[in-house]
């Protein structure tokens, strides 16, 4: 999901939806705060996974 406008979502403005239980889809993650295939104390950082699908 797409939402620049909230403030945790600062850099590029995704979020990942979070499928797996117990949250089940019903939850947002802001994108920045995983890994996103980055090596630990790579930089600079990937804000979002662009090759995760958009919800």
């Known amino acids: 999901m797409y939402a620049p ?3 945790s979502a600062r850099g590029d403005g ?4 979070i499928a797996t239980s ?3 889809g019903s939850y947002y993650a ?3 705060a995983f890994m ?3 090596a630990p104390g ?3 950082l990937t804000n ?7 919800c």
Do not use: F, K, M
């Open 42 to 44: 790579q930089n600079p």
């Open 5 to 7: 406008e909230i403030v």
């Open 22 to 24: 117990p949250w089940n």
């Open 30 to 32: 802001a994108a920045n």
């Open 14 to 17: 995704w979020w990942y939806r």
């Open 48 to 54: 979002t996974d662009l090759s995760v699908p958009v």
């Open 36 to 38: 996103d295939g980055d």
